[in-house]
Structures are given as C-alpha cells and as structure tokens.
C-alpha cells in the first residue's frame, strides 16, 4: 500500500529554519509530481510548493518564495522542504503529496492534482 509519511515539524523561533521530509513507501514515486501544501486553523489548505519527476522544475507559492526550497532524491523515495526565515504566520500543518499518476502535473497549485497524501507535519512558529 502507497504510503506518503512526514517528517521534522516542530516548534521555532521565528527567522529559524526546518527541514521537512516525506518518506514515501509502497511504490516508487520517481516519475510522480510531488507537491507541499499547507493547512493553517480555520483556513483552507494552501499550495506551498512542488517538484518536477525529472527535478527540472520547481514552482512556489509567493508565500514563501525565496525562503523555501523544495527538493527531491528519487533513489530514497524521499521530498524535502527546507524552510527558512520562517514566519508566525507559517505556523500550519504540512502535508506532503504525490501527483495522481505518473508522468502528470494538472494544475500543481491544486490539492485535486494530486492522489496520494501524507497525514501530516505540524510546524509552529513562535514569534
């Protein structure tokens, strides 16, 4: 069973930096698109950022661009999302996610683009 598994949320200080990862297990996601999103309390999830299969291209919310980076090692099966400058208000829960099948982006700024969902990171940013 496909499997996508968060890891490295935590408390900060704000203007520190984490290290998000996503383990992923029961399939190679290699040739996935892989995206972050984020969920704030009492506010929809947002697009944080996401990565090409071929690592080719990145994409980032205006949120965070230029504070975070997102990147991928396929023989490990594994996304990461450093994170620094960090903000109060990027206190959220951290969701990592994979394309609904392979080789497919849709529109990656859209949770409906992807089919495989991690259960969650919790980052809390104090200020």
């Known amino acids: 069973q496909e499997q996508l598994v968060e890891s490295g949320g935590g408390l900060v200080q704000a203007g520190g930096s984490l290290r998000l990862s996503c383990a992923a297990s029961g399939r190679s996601f290699a040739s996935y698109f892989m995206g972050w999103f984020r969920q704030a309390p009492g506010k929809e999830r947002e697009f944080v950022a996401a990565i090409s299969w071929s690592n080719s291209a990145t994409y980032y919310s205006d949120s965070v661009k230029g504070r975070f980076t997102i990147s991928r090692d396929n023989a490990k099966n594994t996304v990461y999302l450093q994170m620094n400058s960090l903000k109060p208000e990027d206190t959220a829960v951290y969701y990592c996610?994979?394309?609904?099948?392979?080789?497919?982006?849709?529109?990656?700024?859209?949770?409906?683009?992807?089919?495989?969902w991690g259960q969650g990171t919790q980052v809390t940013v104090s200020s």
């Open positions: 996610a994979a394309g609904v099948r392979p080789y497919y982006s849709g529109d990656y700024y859209r949770d409906t683009s992807y089919g495989y």
